[in-house]
């Protein structure tokens, strides 16, 4: 068999890439436009406009409808996942990101206190979640994604 095959034309899983790919490449370009420098980790990175989490889980789970049917089980489960995951994504995660920003002024005052530097990775991550209009437009994202690799 070949697997390769298989793998680049299950439209579920490349609806799924192709909406995270997206994601990505816009939260770059926005985040070029919004701050004037460009920031080649933020096609890796988390946080950020529009939300890869919800691009990415929202394509899968109109991908899966369309593929295998809205009362199929693979669309059920699809559909239950991108609901937690761009909850979390705006919920337990943005408030992460909040606490991580906090911890990390916390931090700069000990630093400026104790004239002892703090190193890089001593540093909390920020850019952990999304405000919900980012989950809305990473989830709009998506299903314009998934529509466009079914027609």
């Not at 697997?3 to 490449?25: H, R």
């Not at 926005?30 to 529009?50: S, T």
Request: proline share 2%; hydrophobic share 50%.
């Amino acid at each position: 068999m070949n697997y390769f095959n298989q793998i680049v034309t299950n439209k579920i899983l490349m609806s799924g890439v192709v909406g995270w790919a997206a994601a990505q490449v816009l939260k770059t370009l926005i985040f070029l436009i919004v701050n004037k420098k460009l920031q080649l980790e933020r096609l890796f990175g988390d946080g950020g406009m529009p939300s890869g989490h919800s691009a990415t889980v929202s394509a899968v789970a109109l991908s899966a409808g369309l593929e295998c049917g809205f009362a199929s089980p693979i669309f059920a489960v699809a559909m239950i996942m991108a609901i937690v995951v761009m909850h979390d994504a705006a919920g337990v995660r943005l408030e992460t990101g909040k606490q991580a920003k906090v911890l990390n002024e916390m931090m700069e005052l000990m630093e400026k206190l104790s004239g002892s530097e703090l190193s890089y990775e001593d540093k909390l991550k920020e850019f952990v979640g999304h405000t919900p209009f980012q989950v809305g437009i990473g989830c709009l994202l998506g299903i314009l994604v998934a529509a466009l690799m079914h027609l």
